[in-house]
C-alpha cells in the first residue's frame, strides 16, 4: 500500500500502473502475439536459415524487424513481472481462497506457459543462447523416466539436427500461445467486469516505454550455434531462464523438486493455512437506488457482488486508490479492507462510508451508490417535471402521470423505474407504467403506505401543476428481447406497473411471443386496472391474463383463482425449464416464489427476479420499499 501511495503521487491514482498490473499483463500479450506474427513472417525452419534470417531481421531491416524483434523480447519480460506482481498483490491481500481459487490456479497455469512459450522462443534463433537452452532443457528433460535420455542424443552431433526440430519448435511457438490465449479468456471471464486492457494512457507510456528500450537497447543475436563446441558464456534473459542458472549447480532431480514443488505449492495455496482473512459466511446486500437485493459470497467485496449480479457500480482500479467506487452504508457492518487514506477519511467511515471494492460484508447490508450509467448506456439524469393530471384507481392506489419540462422525452427500458427526490434529497422508487414508446408522459402507480411522507403528499396534498423532481432511469430490470420463450410475469399489489410497460412495449414492437400474466392482490377491488389485462386478452392472441385473490371478500363473489399467486403458477405448470418469469411485487412474494419455481426446472438465466431468505432486520422489510428486485439479472 505505502508503494502504491508513492506511486499515486507520480502518477495520480486514475493512471497507478500498479492497479492495473492485469490489463498489462493483457497489453503486453498482444504486443508480443503482434511482434511475433511480423516476425514469424520472414523466420525460416531450417538449420542455416533460421541464424540467418534473424540476423537479417536484425541488422539489415533494423528500422522495423529488429525493433519488433526487441519488442518482442522486452514484451515478453514485461508480462512475466506483471503477472508475477499480480499474482503477488492478491497472495498480499489474501485474494486467492474460497470462491476465487479457481482465478488463482489458473493464473499460476497461465505464468507457466507464458514461461514455456518464452523459453521455447529463445531456442529459435539457433544462435549460442538457443543451443545452451535446448541442450539444457533436453539434459533436464531426459531425467525424466519416460525419455530416459532419449533427448539429449538428438544434439550431440551438429548432423543430428535438422530442419525438422526448427518445424517443430515453430508449432510449439504457436501452439502454446493459442493455449494461453483460450486460458485467458476462462481466467478473465472469472472475474465480474474485468478489464482485459489498460487506460490509454498507460498503454501508451508503457508502449512507447518499449519502443524507446528497443531502439536504444536492441536485442540481438549471440554468435551462432555450434554443437562441436561447449557453451561457457552467454548473454542471460533472468526473467525467463531463471531456473536454467541452477541445472547444473544442481542435479536435474533436485531442479524438478524445485520447480514441481513449487508448483504444487502454489497450486494448493488456496487450502492451505494460514488463513488471513476473516472467516466469514454469505450475507445479503440490498443495493440502493436499484432496489436491487444480491448475495455476497464469502470474502466478497460489495462492489464484486454486485457486478457479478449486473448491478453498475461504478469503479475504476479496484484496489482502493481511486474512489470512484465509494457509497454509503445505510445498515449492517463491513470490514472496510485495505485502501489509502487519503481516498477513505475516517470522518467519511463515520458517517457511513465506504469503499466498495474493498468492503466485505460483515453482516447483512444495505448500501447506497450514485448511478453514473443504466443499462444500454442510457444516462442518469435528474429531471423536473409537472403533474400532469391524478386518478384515484382504488382506495390506497393513485395513478400519477408527470410529463418533464421542455417537452423532454426521457429514454428509458421496459420495466425500469425513477427515484422521486425530495426536499430533503431523500429519494423515494417507483416503476414506470408506461410504455418507452409512449414517454411523454410519465405514468406511475403509487401505493398509499399509512404514515409513509411522500405517499401520504400524494394522497392528501399534490395537485395538477405541482413540480416534481426525479432521477432516472434507474435500474437492470427489464424486458429481455434476446429469447423466443413464453414468458410468464407474476404481479403483486403495484407490481403491475412495470409489467404494464413490458407488456404494452411488447405489444407495441410487435412481439409475437407468448405472454401470461399472474395478477396477485388480496381482494377484487385491489385490482385496480383489471380491466386492461382482460381488454389485452381480448385483443391480443398471445396474451393471458390469470387474476389470483388471496383473501376475496364476501361480497365480492369471487369465483376465480385464490390463494398465493405464486402457488396457481406452480398448478398451471409442473415443467418450468422452457419459460422466463418476471416477478415484480414485494420481496416476501419473490422471496417465496424463487426456490419453487427452480425446483420446477426454472433456470437462474431465465428468472428475472432472485430471491433468496432475507433477515428481518433489513430495512428491506420496511414498507418505504414499494418494490426491490432481487439478484441474477434482474
Known amino acids: 500500500m505505502r508503494v502504491e501511495s508513492l506511486f499515486n503521487l507520480a502518477f495520480g491514482d486514475r493512471m497507478n500502473p500498479l492497479y492495473y498490473l492485469g490489463p498489462i499483463s493483457y497489453l503486453m500479450f498482444w504486443i508480443v502475439v503482434a511482434s511475433g506474427l511480423y516476425l514469424y513472417i520472414f523466420f525460416k525452419t531450417g538449420v542455416e536459415e533460421a541464424y540467418a534470417s534473424v540476423e537479417h531481421l536484425t541488422l539489415q531491416q533494423w528500422y522495423l524487424g529488429g525493433v519488433m524483434r526487441s519488442l518482442h523480447r522486452y514484451a515478453s519480460d514485461a508480462m512475466v513481472l506483471t503477472m508475477a506482481l499480480h499474482l503477488a498483490r492478491h497472495f498480499t ?18 505464468l507457466w506457459l507464458v514461461y514455456a512459450a518464452g523459453i521455447n522462443g529463445y531456442m529459435l534463433p539457433w544462435d549460442r543462447l538457443a543451443q545452451f537452452v535446448v541442450v539444457a532443457t533436453a539434459e533436464w528433460f531426459d531425467w525424466l523416466p519416460m525419455f ?16 525438422r526440430l526448427f518445424s517443430l519448435l515453430s508449432f510449439i511457438h504457436i501452439g502454446v500461445p493459442l493455449a494461453t490465449l483460450a486460458l485467458l479468456w476462462v481466467h478473465t471471464h472469472r472475474v465480474p467486469n474485468a478489464r482485459t486492457s489498460p487506460p490509454r494512457p498507460i498503454a501508451a507510456t508503457v508502449t512507447a ?16 550455434a555450434d554443437l562441436a563446441v561447449a557453451v561457457t558464456t552467454i548473454e542471460f534473459d533472468w526473467f525467463y531462464l531463471l531456473v536454467y542458472a541452477l541445472i547444473y549447480r544442481w542435479t536435474p532431480g533436485e531442479v524438478w523438486l524445485l520447480v514441481g514443488g513449487a508448483t504444487a505449492f502454489f497450486v494448493l495455496l488456496p487450502w492451505l493455512p494460514p488463513r488471513l482473512a476473516r472467516k466469514g459466511k454469505a450475507f445479503s446486500v440490498l443495493v440502493h437506488p436499484d432496489n436491487r437485493i444480491v448475495p455476497a459470497r464469502e470474502g466478497e467485496t460489495i462492489l464484486d457482488a454486485g457486478l457479478r449480479e449486473g448491478v453498475a457500480l461504478p469503479f475504476e482500479c479496484r484496489y482502493g486508490g481511486c474512489g470512484v467506487c465509494k457509497g454509503r452504508v445505510l445498515y449492517g457492518a463491513v470490514d472496510h479492507g485495505a485502501y489509502q487514506p487519503s481516498v477513505l477519511t475516517e470522518a467519511e467511515k463515520r458517517e457511513g462510508k465506504a469503499l466498495f471494492c474493498c468492503a466485505t460484508p460483515l453482516t447483512d447490508v444495505e448500501v447506497e451508490y450514485v448511478p453514473v450509467a443504466t443499462p444500454g448506456g442510457v444516462p442518469v439524469r435528474t429531471c423536473t417535471a409537472r403533474v400532469h393530471r391524478m386518478a384515484r384507481l382504488a382506495d390506497n392506489v393513485m395513478q400519477v402521470f408527470i410529463r418533464p419540462e421542455g417537452g423532454e422525452v426521457l429514454h428509458f427500458y421496459a420495466g425500469q423505474y425513477i427515484n422521486i427526490i425530495l426536499d430533503d434529497g431523500e429519494r423515494r422508487s417507483f416503476s414506470f407504467a408506461t410504455a418507452p414508446q409512449e414517454a411523454e408522459l410519465i405514468e406511475l402507480h403509487i401505493r398509499w403506505i399509512h404514515g409513509g411522507r411522500f405517499t401520504t403528499h400524494v394522497f392528501t396534498a399534490m395537485k395538477e401543476g405541482d413540480a416534481v423532481r426525479f432521477e432516472g432511469p434507474l435500474g437492470a430490470f427489464f424486458l429481455r428481447e434476446d429469447s423466443a420463450k413464453p414468458i410468464i410475469f407474476v404481479a403483486g399489489a403495484t407490481g403491475f406497473a412495470p409489467v404494464k410497460s413490458m407488456v404494452e412495449y411488447a405489444f407495441g414492437s410487435g412481439m409475437k411471443r407468448k405472454m401470461i400474466l399472474y395478477w396477485g392482490v388480496r381482494a377484487l377491488g385491489d385490482l385496480y386496472l383489471g380491466e386492461l389485462p382482460w381488454r389485452w386478452e381480448k385483443e391480443h392472441d398471445n396474451f393471458k391474463f390469470v387474476p389470483v385473490l388471496s383473501d376475496p371478500a364476501p361480497e365480492d363473489h369471487w369465483t376465480g383463482r385464490t390463494g398465493l399467486v405464486h402457488e396457481a403458477i406452480l398448478q398451471d405448470f409442473p415443467n418450468l425449464s422452457e419459460y422466463q418469469i418476471y416477478a415484480c411485487g414485494s420481496v416476501e412474494m419473490v422471496a417465496a416464489a424463487h426456490p419453487a419455481f427452480l425446483a420446477r426446472g426454472l433456470t437462474q438465466d431465465d428468472c428475472f427476479s432472485d430471491a433468496f431468505k432475507l433477515v428481518p432486520h433489513l430495512k428491506t422489510a420496511t414498507p418505504q420499499a414499494e418494490m426491490v428486485r432481487l439478484g441474477g439479472g434482474a
Do not use: C, M
Open 93 to 110: 491481500f489474501d485474494h486467492y481462497r474460497s470462491f476465487r481459487w479457481f482465478s488463482w490456479v489458473t493464473g499460476v497455469v497461465l
Open 209 to 224: 516505454a518499449l519502443i524507446v528500450l528497443s531502439l536504444f537497447k536492441p536485442a540481438v543475436s549471440q554468435e551462432h
Open 148 to 163: 530416459k535420455g532419449a533427448l539429449i542424443r538428438n544434439f550431440i552431433y551438429a548432423d543430428s539436427v535438422n530442419d
